[in-house]
């Protein structure tokens, strides 16, 4: 059935007359009128007893109309809809994202997407990127965010380089070792370490950069993927944070942490977008994904590393 054709009969019975009904909707009377007819034919009955200058709906006619407005009422909700997802303005996205950048990207990405596009449904896992690679290819999520050196390269998978990221060793004002002069490696392990989980592969490089003898891992005594949670503890007590400086810029701003200053080279993340090959992202995933892009083009410290 035409649901232009459905359009016009529709006009012709809230107008009553064949010359304003065409003026409505825009077309000539005669085409009009050819088009109410073809519908008549393919329903088998008419919608109208035709008078010299009005006409009026049958009985047939208004049972026919009860449901064709209905009809038309969902054709129009369905049209606005599939713009929407057109446009990735709604419908739902599923993606993830690892622990070590979810403090420093995800609060400001999820404010952003629900100011610009508050008709998407958002669901983000924030885990381990075995976790995130095994679901991505199960297809729970369409993409996902993770340091590109956890990531091993795959046929099935599209790998998208998107910044490096730099961190550092953070404490509370007032803490001990900010009293030292020329602070080195060695002196930070006595007070222990808090950080985001951070995967073994990781953790052999932290290890090299401190200098410490095969068999031993660096002394990380608290490990929560929640950096608020990191930052409350920190900020009452002698423990020392290791997180991006983006994470960490609020704190440091409040001045409820300040970075250490060791002589250590640069901490940093290669951040990476990972996904299917031959899988089209949907037109939300896409406004989310371009919006965090843009998130991570304004983080603080994705450019340089702090001195």
């Known amino acids: 059935m035409d649901f232009k054709r459905l359009r016009y009969a529709l006009a012709v019975a809230d107008e009553g007359n064949f010359v304003r009904a065409a003026e409505r909707v825009s077309i000539s009377q005669p085409a009009l009128s050819r088009a109410v007819q073809a519908l008549e ?33 969902d054709v129009r909700n369905m049209e606005h809809d599939l713009d929407m997802l057109r446009n990735g303005d709604s419908g739902r996205v599923a993606f993830g994202i690892g622990p070590l950048h979810s403090g420093a ?33 199960a297809e729970d999520m369409e993409f996902f965010m993770s340091d590109v050196r956890l990531i091993e390269a795959a046929e099935d998978l599209i ?8 961190g550092g060793i953070y404490c509370r004002p007032g803490h001990p070792l900010l ?11 006595p007070y222990g370490m808090a950080a985001p989980t951070i995967p073994d592969v990781l953790m052999v490089q932290m290890n090299k950069l401190f200098r410490l003898p095969p068999g031993r891992d660096l002394p990380v005594v608290l490990s929560c993927d929640s950096v608020h949670t990191l930052v409350d503890v920190v900020a009452e007590c002698d423990l020392l944070l290791i997180s991006s ?58 450019e340089m590393p702090r001195q």
């Open 41 to 73: 034919e393919e329903l088998g009955f008419l919608l109208f007893d035709r008078g010299n200058r009005n006409v009026a709906v049958t009985v047939a006619g208004a049972a026919f109309f009860n449901h064709a407005r209905r009809l038309l009422f």
């Open 159 to 166: 790998i998208t380089h998107e910044c490096r990221q730099y």
């Open 245 to 302: 400086h983006a994470a960490l810029a609020e704190a440091a701003e409040l001045g409820r942490l300040v970075q250490v200053p060791v002589a250590l080279p640069p901490l940093w993340a290669d951040i990476a977008t990972i996904r299917l090959r031959g899988r089209t992202l949907s037109p939300g995933a896409q406004r989310v994904l371009q919006t965090a892009r843009a998130v991570l083009s304004q983080l603080a410290g994705t």
């Open 105 to 137: 990207l995800l609060p400001r990405m999820l404010r952003q997407v629900r100011a610009e596009q508050p008709g998407i449904i958002m669901s983000v896992s924030i885990n381990n990127s075995n976790y995130l690679l095994d679901h991505l290819r």
């Open 179 to 189: 009293a030292r002069p020329d602070i080195t490696p060695p002196e930070l392990l």
